[in-house]
């Protein structure tokens, strides 16, 4: 497909046919991902392809506290885990919603669609090859999963083209020793993202995003809005 209607228009997709994904077409993705940008070009992605049944159950089952806890944030109207989010008010925001169990069958609902995915990947990042510029500023990290993400974007795009969708997937964060020891991660191997990747229902293509102008200035962060 035409590369600008691919940038601007590969929406998250979390609902798929039963329609499974061969070997062959899921290494012909990987095979494009490759050649994301990357710091040094130390390549420090590693994906594990989840197709053990009992396996993906787990990975399943590991995603819905922490998704139960972001809706909570979302439904409260603040950032789910913002790095400089006030930390007390957010437990208790998820405190408040585990007692009622408000949403739970939403969550339930969501998570099993998502997770009907055919091709279920856990990609980890090496921290041991990851350049990271950023690591002694004693503030949170911006640089070190940019060594990633291009390369799980790239992957999202390979997979469209493929006639794929998918959407990338952050929650594992949350239980990340216990996704590790499910895939058997070894120490340095920090969790990225879990790819979902299978045959839309739906893939959106009408995608929301703000103006240029919202997010672009000159010469000054409080500079004049960038336009053409
Ligand atoms: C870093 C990152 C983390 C994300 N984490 C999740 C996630 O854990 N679960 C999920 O369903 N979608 C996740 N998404 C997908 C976003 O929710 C999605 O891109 C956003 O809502 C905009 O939707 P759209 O891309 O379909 O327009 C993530 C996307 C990114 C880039």
Known sequence: ?????ALRGTGAVRDFTAESVDRATLWRILDVARFAPNGGNRQAWHVTVVEDPAQRAALRDLYVEPWSEYFAQVMAGVTPWSPLADRVAEEGIIDAARASGQGMETVRARVESTFAAPVQ???HGDLHRLVATDRDLGHYTMVAGASIYPFVWNLLLAAREEG???VLTTM????EAQVNELVGAPEGLSLACVVLLG????QPTRLRRESVESFTTVDRFDG?????
């Open 224 to 228: 004049p809005a960038f336009t053409a």
């Open 164 to 166: 794929l969708g998918g």
């Open 121 to 123: 990947l856990v990609v």
């Open 172 to 175: 594992h964060a949350r239980v």
């Open 1 to 5: 497909m035409e590369l600008l209607d």
């Open 199 to 202: 045959h839309p229902v739906h």
